[in-house]
């Protein structure tokens, strides 16, 4: 039996700012850098999904970049769109395919339809090897058997640079690999995973049993865990509800309704309208808007308009200010500077929470703060990337919960408003909600770091153990 105190080895590949945000600045690793000998694999500066440089961020360890042939990250998503788009029954093996084929366009969604036909997919799996052959990934091959890591762990969208070669690499030098989901969306639609991690970390029920249906990872493969993201939660907030209302000038005796912006473009500054006009008519009594933007969501469709925006009820909310500044200069590039520790002050002193299909759904849930999902289906054309996601399985489950309310048009918006107001003070609600958000994220039962090092220390004993018996 190891010692608790073994120092193991590790390699840890990001290849995005949000992966750098959700699990680097939020010091979800922190238990690894101290007690392990890290290293972070980063991709060449030229890789366009990270900005940041990692010479200014607080790693707490070394890191080195690796480079991958691009041709080899292009075929292993094309092998997986082939698989995304096969025939299978089942409505959310439809929505899938809706998906992939508004990414694609419809050529090489005809295209790629027909490569995963009975027979053809074969040949055209066969085909694809031959040309990864020829295409090898050298550089990573080289140095995880120079190095020889104990683990390899992956936090990550499940798509990106490095995702097939590290756990296809991994797995043909016996090294285990972790895979850290990043986001609510990633195991049912946003994966391009064509292999199986020896373990993948996920949120909770509801993505363990995405895992086990899109990604075929057996159920001993999953461990539920939480988010990395929301630990910040588990911490008293930074400044009371006086001090906040006081920040937007918001009479701390109203309700505070949170408009939260998607990443999906719909018209948020006409929802902000109606809201408005509901408050000034009296609707909403005694209430104030506050509006936060989604951190790459360029505040809607047309977002340069909040800047200049006048409303009497609606604040912007104000770590978010600078962002609306930015959008409404034509910059709309990831807004970095939202921690997650601001999102936990902002999410426990509003009183609920609206939003157009984003993860703050889950985020007010965990806060016992009753949420709204806004589908404005009146206003968005069919086959727009909000009519499609509207269908998306993560967001369904949501739908078919009556703890999780929804409303489809501008006209619902406000009616459902007035209950989800309504909702704050009904305790048995609240206590319906808290156990529902359970299915969703884990709740935590200590940080999330110590929970990734505990994963970790136990998937090293398991399989020194068994190497050992190999050997013996």
Same mark, same amino acid.
């Given at each position: ?6 120092? /193991? ?24 850098? *101290? ?12 890789? $366009? ?32 769109? #082939? *698989? ?23 050529? !090489? ?31 990573? =091959? =080289? ?38 989901? $990043? ?7 946003? +994966? ?15 993505? #363990? ?15 539920? !865990?939480?988010? !990395? ?5 588990? *911490? ?12 937007? @000038? ?7 309704? /949170? ?13 902000? @309208?109606?809201? $408005? %006009?509901?408050? &000034?008519?009296?609707?909403?009594? $005694? ?32 770590? /978010? ?19 997650? @520790? ?5 999410? =426990? ?15 007010? !849930? ?12 009146? +206003?968005?054309?069919?086959? @727009? ?39 704050? &003070? ?7 909600? &808290? ?33 050992? =018996?190999? %050997?013996?």
């Amino acid at each position: 039996m190891l010692e608790q105190s073994k120092r /193991m080895k590790l390699f840890v590949f990001i290849e995005s700012d949000i992966c750098i945000r959700h699990f680097v600045l939020t010091g979800a690793l922190k238990e690894l850098t *101290q007690n392990h000998d890290v290293t972070f694999i980063f991709p060449p500066e030229d890789w $366009n999904r990270i900005t940041l440089d990692p010479t200014n961020l607080p790693l707490n360890a070394p890191f080195r970049r690796l480079t991958l042939s691009r041709q080899r990250i292009w075929l292993w998503k094309r092998l997986f769109q #082939a *698989q995304q788009l096969m025939l299978r029954p089942g409505r959310d093996y439809g929505e899938r395919r809706r998906y992939v084929r508004h990414l694609l366009g419809w050529k !090489a969604s005809v295209q790629l339809t027909v490569y995963g036909l009975p027979g053809i997919f074969q040949i055209f799996k066969r085909n694809i090897f031959s040309r990864l052959k020829k295409n090898p990934c050298t550089e990573l =091959t =080289t140095l995880l058997k120079e190095e020889r890591p104990d683990l390899v762990i992956h936090p990550s969208t499940f798509d990106g640079y490095f995702i097939n070669d590290v756990i296809a690499e991994s797995a043909q030098q016996d090294i285990p690999s972790v895979l850290i989901m $990043n986001s609510w969306d990633n195991p049912s639609i946003k +994966q391009t995973v064509a292999g199986i991690p020896d373990k993948c970390v996920v949120w909770g029920e509801q993505t #363990a049993a995405h895992c086990k249906r899109y990604m075929n990872i057996p159920d001993e493969n999953l461990i539920k !865990a939480g988010a !990395a993201q929301f630990d910040i939660f588990r *911490q008293p907030p930074s400044l009371d509800r006086e001090a906040f209302c006081a920040e937007h @000038s918001i009479d701390p005796n109203h309700k505070i309704l /949170m408009y939260a912006g998607s990443s999906k473009k719909v018209d948020e500054y006409s929802h902000l @309208s109606v809201l $408005n %006009e509901a408050c &000034e008519q009296g609707i909403l009594k $005694n209430t104030s808007i506050l509006y936060r933007p989604h951190p790459w969501g360029e505040c809607g469709k047309d977002g340069e308009r909040m800047q200049s925006a006048n409303w009497k009820h609606v604040e912007i909310e104000r770590s /978010m200010a600078p962002y609306v500044e930015r959008v409404a200069k034509g910059d709309c590039r990831i807004f970095l500077d939202a921690p997650y @520790s601001r999102t936990h002050d902002v999410l =426990t002193h509003i009183d609920a929470v609206i939003s157009p299909l984003s993860t703050i759904i889950l985020e007010a !849930a965990l806060h016992g703060k009753p949420p709204l999902c806004f589908m404005p289906l009146d +206003q968005e054309q069919q086959g @727009s990337i909000f009519e499609i996601f509207s269908g998306m399985v993560h967001f369904e489950e949501i739908f078919r919960s009556d703890t999780f309310p929804v409303a489809t048009s501008q006209k619902e918006l406000i009616e459902k408003s007035v209950e989800l107001l309504a909702s704050t &003070e009904d305790l048995d609600y609240l206590k319906v909600l &808290e156990r529902d958000i359970s299915y969703f994220v884990s709740p935590p039962s200590k940080p999330y770091s110590e929970v990734i090092d505990s994963v970790l220390r136990k998937i090293y004993d398991k399989a020194h153990k068994s190497s050992k =018996t190999r %050997e013996g």
